[in-house]
């Protein structure tokens, strides 16, 4: 009898069967499914096979990307073989050649920058000048000329998700008549099933960036994605990923199921009240895009942290918190005659 074999509909590991749920279950991303759901699946899904145009992008790929490594932090940079990386973007020393690209990093898609290092800069500079409490040497030209034009590596996925919802909601309507006061109280059986698609949700794949920061610049707009060239990183560096499907699994399967979520209450009509019994989100198949993201990104180093600035290369949204100069809020609050704390409060929308 032919052996048959399961992979994760969600990350292409291999599953197991679970004998106390009776499920195949995955032991990288956790999820679960039963047999009959699982070949369905299969039954649905047809083998890939690259052409020849695409077998050939992966070899220009690997014979024309660069990899660079920082033996201080561990980053590992990419560029095309016309640039030269000399120092690594996140602790800014010294970075040495350490060979070419596998065809297994190269990306199906990607979204070239539409914002110019200048219009990044004017974007950093009216944002800082808000910030009034920042160190001096923060706003000084050798700081600004840190801000790197980087292809961040980004896990995009499509989720079905197997919505299950039941709840009882509840009317109520008072009245008065003559010299009587009504209450009616009515119960509806809300119950939502079915399949919600969640597409586009973006888990970067690389662990030396902060994830919040990524997600606080987000969204990018897809219509501009574009087939992988090695056109799009001339002049700009991108990163190797270092996260893989399976581990940005669980930020994907929160994110989806906060969607359905969201879909669901939408859903449901005004009550009174909603007394929920049973919400349930499944994700039962996950198709992924690998692909490049633009980001002009900045870090700086104060009082032995490291301070990391983002600025969305395709619509220009800045996200970053600023370090904040003690002396200088000390200074102020003396001036004032307020405490630190009350400082703090007052300028909070202005500092950060």
């Known amino acids: 009898m032919e052996a048959i074999e399961y992979k994760c509909p969600n990350c292409a590991a291999d599953l197991k069967f679970d004998p106390e749920s009776q499920k195949l279950s995955c032991e990288f991303c956790l999820s679960s499914f039963n047999i009959e759901e699982l070949k369905k ?67 199906g898609k990607i979204i070239g920058f539409k914002l110019t290092k200048d219009r990044a800069l004017d974007t950093f500079r009216n944002w800082v000048k808000k910030r009034s409490f920042v160190p001096d040497d ?79 610049i987000e969204p990018f707009n897809y219509d501009d994605l574009k087939p992988f060239s090695m056109t799009y990183l001339t002049g700009f560096f991108a990163d190797k990923y270092d996260v893989d499907k399976a581990q940005v699994f669980p930020r994907i399967k929160a994110r989806a199921s906060q969607a359905g979520k969201e879909v669901v209450r939408k859903s449901i009509g005004s009550y009174s009240s909603l007394s929920v019994n049973m919400e349930q989100y499944t994700i039962m198949k996950t198709d992924w895009e690998y692909m490049m993201l633009p980001v002009w990104f900045m870090t700086y180093k104060y009082n032995e942290k490291i301070y990391e600035f983002a600025i969305n290369g395709q619509t220009g949204k800045l996200a970053g918190t600023p370090p904040l100069d003690s002396k200088k809020l000390k200074m102020f609050c003396m001036a004032l005659g307020i405490g630190i704390t009350a400082a703090l409060y007052l300028l909070g929308g202005l500092i950060f």
């Open 41 to 107: 699946l299969k039954e649905a899904a047809g083998e890939k096979f690259l052409t020849e145009a695409e077998l050939q992008d992966k070899q220009d790929f690997e014979e024309h990307t660069s990899l660079y490594h920082c033996s201080s932090c561990g980053a590992q940079i990419m560029c095309d073989d016309h640039q030269t990386a000399l120092f690594c973007y996140y602790c800014h020393n010294p970075v040495i050649l350490s060979g070419k690209m596998t065809g297994e990093y190269k990306p």
């Open 138 to 216: 923060f706003r000084t030209q050798q700081q600004l000329d840190k801000l790197t034009g980087l292809y961040v590596p980004f896990w995009v996925a499509d989720c079905d998700i197997k919505a299950d919802f039941s709840a009882v909601g509840k009317t109520v309507r008072s009245w008065t008549s003559g010299s009587y006061h009504y209450t009616e109280t009515k119960e509806y059986s809300v119950v939502r099933r079915g399949t919600i698609i969640a597409g586009g949700i973006p888990a970067d794949g690389e662990s030396k960036i902060d994830d919040a920061l990524m997600e606080a």
